[in-house]
């Protein structure tokens, strides 16, 4: 980054600033590039890239994982005048970003093979089958295998912004704002994506709905129109209430834009840089192939352009809408503010709320749930397919299910809506803060915060390996009751405190010699941390159509706890058949425990020169021995498993048989030169 200010005069200064940032992230899996497939007796039919995804419940999957690598290369260039003008602080800025993204990975690169539901009873499958048995005997349910060329993403961003912060009078102060953000929505830059156009007729075959290619036949290079009316305005003031500098109130409120720049904005990729091929069964209960005889039919490596409008035909498709609106956030805040001598105490309500952020999709050809409720078992049965020979695959067969028959398109497994912008959350908290600032040797600080999350379907960008972070956002019936979605958010934290002390002993102060640096430099510290539990989510219904079970009516909130029964698991029943379960998203009223960790230390410097310290260091982590059950598993168990009579069947459910760590203690010895 470099960077150039220049001073005008004392009350005009420009500042310049143009930088760039540019990374390489390498994926690497156990068993890349060794031909495991090979070794374990696959045929060559299975390429060799690297260890077959296999997932055999309940045990945990092998094989596949990301493979590959991604790149990113961004420019920012950004210019700010500030002008003071007698009581007004003028600010004006313009930024432009040039983003780059690259990304060529695989998860399936040798192919992914499920083995499920073959061993269940097809008429009551709750609490029947064995998917181990299933392994045993070879029979794959399901399967694909993905193929990659790579793609390349650009986007350009330009925003401007004028701030006046105002001085009414020396006990008052507004501060005035205005951003204008436009952000290109992102391109693949060499045209390699695709959607699907509904109200297309397939031209060969007369079918409703194409697959459409970016910048091909009048189709746009995004398939998300452009949104020139991001305004942000910005206010905030400052009210000094007693004229004396020591009680103020503060308050503001303004609109944000999140940055669209990441993959939930990015294309369908298929046909292009990633081409899957799947292979499955039209027939309920019958298996797709053998594992050992590997894939029944060649795989399709990345066609492009050529593969034509009807490419997608007999498999899934993803409809990315036209919706250009960027998701925003409205933020406001009150806040008292007390100093009294060396104290300080703040007390603040804060406010969040954000709407048409990127959530998870569903599927256009979805049936209704009323009418597969009324045909139940029926829906499996066999009747003629009026676009037999059309379709390449299990839909262009014979037969296909009645449910197939009565899809909006049943020549398409599914038509999912891709990343809608259907994200809604609203968040209120009151927040706390005392601070005694460091004097005598003594640092205080305690931090409370209290309030409530509520969403829906709001996806959180950042999605790695975050295991205590229960992030629930598929739509259990998306085209008929996206409501249903809405409950506490998974990830709230109700309450949280933290206590921070820091104490410098005041042994051998005015001592010299040997005796003052054995004496001096002796620190005690402690950070204590007490918060409640996350909102449990319940799910394992077993009905042909639910994830989610039925409520009783009755609570599943416990009085009194425990390891063995953290909540009333008689509380949920299967659904009937065909139905939706009835419980929320996260349940209201139950959370997994709470945390209560105190740390405790103990330094001794002692510098044996100016520049030369030895450190001791004795340290204690949850020194008083608390019992936190749960830590960072999943606790407790909210895996629901339906019997025969509808109820729980699962010895585990509602128990929790792991804990945070118990006391560790450890001691060092440090050199700092």
């Not at 295998?145 to 350009?156: A, V, Y």
């Not at 905030?236 to 834009?257: E, H, S």
């Not at 007999?314 to 008292?336: A, C, F, H, K, Y």
Request: with cysteine; proline share 6%; hydrophobic share 35%.
């Amino acid at each position: 980054m470099i960077s150039d200010t220049h001073t005008f005069s004392p009350t005009l200064i420009n500042n310049l600033r143009v930088g760039f940032s540019r990374q390489l992230f390498t994926f690497i899996t156990v068993g890349a590039e060794q031909g495991i497939a090979q070794q374990i007796g696959l045929p060559s039919s299975v390429p060799p890239d690297q260890v077959p995804d296999l997932n055999v419940r309940p045990y945990p999957r092998i094989g596949g994982g990301a493979l590959g690598k991604r790149s990113s290369l961004n420019w920012d260039i950004q210019n700010l005048v500030t002008k003071i003008s007698g009581n007004h602080t003028l600010k004006f800025g313009v930024n432009a970003r040039d983003l780059y993204g690259g990304n060529r990975q695989g998860g399936a690169l040798s192919g992914f093979f499920q083995f499920q539901r073959l061993t269940e009873d097809p008429q009551s499958p709750a609490g029947t089958g064995a998917d181990f048995a299933q392994f045993l005997t070879g029979d794959v349910s399901t399967a694909g295998i993905d193929r990659i060329l790579g793609n390349s993403w650009h986007g350009f961003n330009w925003s401007a912004f004028v701030q006046d912060d105002w001085k009414v009078s020396s006990r008052f102060t507004l501060n005035l704002g205005l951003r204008w953000d436009f952000q290109q929505k992102p391109v693949e830059r060499y045209d390699g994506q695709i959607n699907f156009d509904p109200n297309c007729t397939e031209p060969s075959t007369g079918l409703q709905g194409c697959t459409v290619f970016a910048g091909v036949d009048g189709q746009p290079r995004s398939f998300i129109d452009e949104d020139h009316n991001d305004f942000g305005p910005r206010f905030g003031f400052a009210y000094d209430l007693t004229g004396k500098g020591t009680t103020v109130l503060r308050g503001g409120y303004g609109i944000y834009y999140a940055s669209i720049f990441f993959r939930r904005w990015t294309g369908d990729i298929n046909l292009f840089s990633r081409s899957r091929t799947s292979y499955t069964t039209s027939t309920p209960g019958e298996a797709a192939f053998r594992f050992s005889d590997g894939f029944p039919f060649p795989f399709t490596e990345s066609p492009g352009a050529s593969a034509g409008p009807g490419a997608r035909l007999g498999q899934s498709v993803n409809l990315r809408e036209t919706d250009p609106t960027t998701p925003l956030t409205q933020q406001w805040n009150m806040s008292i503010q007390h100093e009294v001598g060396d104290w300080f105490f703040d007390a603040t309500y804060a406010g969040n709320k954000g709407n048409h952020f990127s959530s998870n999709g569903y599927d256009l050809n979805q049936v209704d749930p009323a009418l597969r409720a009324q045909l139940g078992q029926s829906l499996n049965d066999r009747v003629p397919n009026p676009n037999a020979g059309l379709v390449p695959g299990g839909l262009g067969g014979a037969t296909i299910t009645r449910e197939q028959s009565l899809r909006a398109f049943p020549h398409f497994s599914a038509v999912n809506v891709f990343n809608p912008r259907l994200g809604n959350y609203i968040s209120h908290q009151l927040q706390f803060n005392i601070k005694r600032r460091l004097k005598d040797g003594l640092l205080v600080h305690f931090a409370f915060t209290g309030g409530k999350k509520m969403s829906d379907s709001t996806q959180v960008p950042v999605d790695f390996g975050a295991v205590e972070q229960t992030n629930v956002n598929s739509f259990q019936n998306g085209l008929f009751d996206r409501q249903a979605q809405k409950s506490i958010d998974p990830t709230d934290v109700s309450q949280r405190g933290v206590l921070s002390l820091l104490y410098e002993l005041p042994f051998g102060r005015g001592k010299t010699g040997a005796t003052g640096k054995l004496l001096r430099g002796w620190q005690i510290n402690s950070i204590g941390v007490m918060q409640t539990g996350l909102p449990l989510v319940i799910s394992g219904a077993s009905n042909f159509q639910a994830n989610r079970p039925n409520s009783t009516g009755q609570s599943a909130k416990l009085s009194n706890p425990t390891a063995e029964r953290w909540f009333d698991t008689g509380a949920f029943v299967n659904p009937p058949d065909f139905t939706f379960g009835t419980i929320g998203r996260a349940l209201p009223d139950v959370r997994a425990p709470g945390t209560v960790n105190f740390d405790l230390s103990l330094f001794k410097d002692t510098f044996v020169t100016e520049s030369v310290n030895v450190q001791f260091r004795a340290e204690a982590f949850n020194f008083l021995n608390h019992v936190n059950l749960g830590g960072r598993s999943n606790a407790p168990n909210t895996a629901f498993r339906a019997g025969a009579d509808g109820f729980n069947s699962s010895a585990t459910f509602g128990t929790i048989t792991t804990a945070r760590d118990a006391r560790v203690i450890q001691f060092a010895l440090k050199v700092i030169f």
